[in-house]
């Protein structure tokens, strides 16, 4: 038997377009050496050199890529489903900034993280970007304790030297030295799942000075990049303020080259209240959207023009947010997206269509997949990201539901529970 080979057999899912799902019911996904191979409808069919392949016989339960999940805060898992009835800034400054504030200890992170970890191994995350908070040593805490479970990360160190409490604040100096210690450790660790990402946590918490040393990193080494963008109407009110040069909050970080277009991988969590021109540079930049509207209706943030950012060919990906949003699951995500489009039709434009099960999918597979290189599919060459899902135990007297149907329905009544399997990049984690 080859190594790293094998065959999954189920009811196989996943995006064949933007808007349309392909279905393969009883069929086969082979897989060799990290990578999708190729799936096909009957046994007969499987290739000869394929033929000898382990087989796992998950007849009966649905087999979907991984889920990717774009934005998230590692250290605000432990808050997540508390304190939901403020605003952004409020939100922040109350809760957020004094629980980061922990993670200046090891015992406490240690402790955070490993609930983290855990449950985001259990969930249908293959992948995912995620910010941890100033300290660069429970950073690389995180960073040795994701690579250790086998998921794949960008993780960010977070840059803040000012518009945040003393027991958070970097200086300057410390801030961009600090990152510079932090980018050098992760390179010695020689991580394979687990990549740096500068973060620097958004214009209200950077000076100028320090946006300035950070485009140079980006100039020099051509780093990703992750940030926020135009979330809150306060936010983008204060930002005008900060920024009266710039023509728009996407602009301010573009002025010191912190908003993609240097063939560095980016991403900007939310962009609720971001207008046309902004929305153009993302796309001329290739900046990815990441949406998260769990998020965004938890601290009333906005209903996010997703239709209008799928219209315009935008990068997307889906986010939890957490813990703005308070689920892990990218899988609920998929239906707030959907649930937020329809709001945004009702209320806001009624030409902007709402999204479909298999466009909200897509963007979670697919979508926010291309970040990390070919990931979210099963056609040939795909990164072999796999999830088995069992939908056996949600009965319904309705006979002969399709793949599609299966998967719309799990998603909406077990979107939040822990997937059977997972494999990632092929390799099996449970
Ligand atoms: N903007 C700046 N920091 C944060 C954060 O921690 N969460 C959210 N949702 N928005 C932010
Ligand atoms: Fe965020």
């Known amino acids: 038997m080859k190594k790293d080979c094998f065959i999954i057999k189920g009811d196989i899912v996943y995006s064949e377009s933007k808007t349309e799902l392909k ?16 799936t096909c409808k009957r046994k007969e069919e499987i290739p000869e050199a394929s033929r000898d392949f382990e087989l796992y016989d998950f007849t009966g339960k ?23 009835d403020m605003e952004l800034i409020e939100w922040l ?8 504030a922990k993670y200046g200890d090891r015992e406490y992170s240690e402790k955070a ?82 990549r740096p990402i500068l973060t620097p946590r958004f214009i209200p918490s950077c000076t100028d000075e320090l946006m300035k040393k950070l485009g140079g990193l980006i100039e020099e080494r051509g780093l990703a ?42 991403i900007m969590a939310h962009c609720v209240w971001s207008g046309d021109e902004e929305a153009k540079l993302m796309k001329k930049n290739g900046v990815y959207v990441a949406h998260s509207p769990s998020s965004n209706n938890n601290i009333a943030s906005g209903i996010a023009p997703l239709r209008k950012f799928m219209d315009m060919g935008l990068n997307i990906g889906l ?30 434009d009624d030409r902007k269509k709402p999204v479909t099960f298999p466009e909200a999918f897509y963007l ?10 070919k990931t979210g599919s099963f056609e040939k060459g795909y990164e072999a990201d796999i999830l ?10 309705i006979e002969g539901l399709s793949l599609s149907e299966r998967l719309e329905r799990y998603a909406y009544i077990a979107g939040d529970r822990p997937v059977e399997h997972k494999f990632v990049a092929g390799k099996m984690l449970f």
């Open 225 to 266: 990049l992750q940030s926020h963008l135009s979330e809150n109407l306060s936010e983008v009110e204060w930002v005008h303020e900060l920024c009266p040069e710039s023509e728009n909050y996407g602009d301010a970080y573009e002025r010191f080259g912190l908003f993609g277009g240097h063939g560095n991988p980016t």
């Open 113 to 194: 993280y490993k609930i983290f970890v855990r449950d985001l191994l259990k969930s249908p995350t293959a992948r995912f970007c995620a910010f941890s908070t100033v300290h660069r040593e429970t950073t690389e805490l995180l960073m040795d304790m994701v690579e250790d479970s086998g998921l794949k990360a960008f993780i960010g160190k977070v840059n803040m030297d000012r518009n945040c409490p003393d027991f958070l604040r970097e200086s300057t100096v410390s801030s961009y030295e600090e990152t510079l210690r932090w980018l050098e450790d992760t390179e010695k660790r020689n991580y394979k799942n687990v």
């Open 93 to 100: 400054n109350s809760h957020t900034f004094p629980e980061e």
């Open 319 to 348: 986010a939890t947010d957490v813990a703005g949003g308070s689920t892990v699951s990218v899988m609920r995500i998929i239906t707030d997206a959907i649930q937020a489009s329809k709001l945004y039709w009702r209320l806001v």
């Open 23 to 38: 279905e393969i019911k009883d069929g086969y996904l082979i897989c060799g050496e990290g990578k999708s191979l190729g």
């Open 62 to 84: 649905l087999i979907i890529p991984g889920l990717y999940d774009l934005h998230i805060h590692a250290p605000q898992y432990a808050f997540r489903g508390m304190w939901m």
């Open 388 to 397: 088995i899902l069992s939908d056996e135990d949600i009965p319904t007297a």
């Open 364 to 373: 979670a597979t697919v979508g926010g997949g291309s970040f990390f290189g």
